[in-house]
């Protein structure tokens, strides 16, 4: 069971360059999510899912857009990368039901922005 | 806006003591809290969680304390050890959005 799957673990862009962070589970949970660690702020959210076909903002939205087009992936993308962009991020998914909320995280890309 | 304060940023603990954390919230809306834990190089990982219709909830070591009125809950770590050493981080949910929330979270170090 390989749970949350994450690729690259690490990435170096120049500014303006494009790319995918890719995100996929194999649990069948219904929510995924992004977040991006920086220091001093804690984990905030990009952007999240609840289901194939559905996505809406985080706290941190801008300059990052996502789809969900199956249930096990939502790649995140960077249109025009920035040095701001530069930060660890996170996926995580989840069931929704009650009682089953706990988050599964990925083990993280280390992405730099030039 | 932040959806939840998390106090402090940083602690340091003596082997033995108590690790106490806080966190308050506003928006009454939020029914699920739990925390994580995160050690360097690795994702955080679900320690302990609470809902809002219960004061307390304990696993092995740790502790949630939880005051609905008012809007605050903490993180208890009794017989605090070097390895709780980790970042910890409180979170919201909001049944309604689903979408979890985090603290900016706290870097705790036990020391010997």
């Known amino acids: 069971n390989a749970g949350v799957t994450q690729t690259p673990k690490f990435q170096v862009l120049k500014t303006g360059q494009s790319m995918t962070l890719q995100c996929a589970q194999d649990?069948?949970?219904?929510?995924m999510s992004w977040y991006r660690q920086d220091p001093g702020m804690g984990l905030r959210l990009i952007h999240y899912s609840v289901g194939a076909g559905i996505t809406d903002q985080g706290e941190v939205p801008n300059g990052y857009n996502v789809s969900r087009s199956t249930t096990e992936d939502f790649p995140l993308r960077l249109l025009s990368a920035a040095p701001s962009q530069t930060s660890v991020y996170f996926c995580?998914?989840?069931?929704?039901?009650?009682?089953?909320?706990?988050?599964?995280f990925g083990s993280g890309t280390q992405l730099s922005v030039l | 806006q932040q959806q939840v304060k998390q106090s402090p940023q940083s602690l340091i603990v003596q082997k033995g003591g108590i690790s106490i954390i806080n966190c308050a919230y506003e928006n009454t809306a939020f029914d699920y809290f739990p925390w994580y834990q995160q050690f360097p190089g690795k994702g955080p990982a679900l320690l302990i969680a609470?809902?809002?219709?219960?004061s307390e909830k304990k696993e092995g070591r740790f502790t949630i304390s939880f005051n609905k009125s008012a809007k605050q809950f903490s993180l208890h770590i009794m017989d605090s050890q070097p390895g709780d050493s980790a970042t910890y981080f409180c979170?919201?949910?909001?049944?309604?959005?689903?979408?979890?929330?985090f603290g900016i979270g706290t870097k705790l170090q036990v020391i010997p």
């Open positions: 979170a919201v949910r909001s049944g309604g959005y689903q979408k979890v929330t």
């Open positions: 995580a998914s989840s069931p929704i039901s009650r009682g089953r909320e706990k988050l599964f």
């Open positions: 649990m069948n949970h219904e929510y």
């Open positions: 609470i809902r809002p219709d219960v």
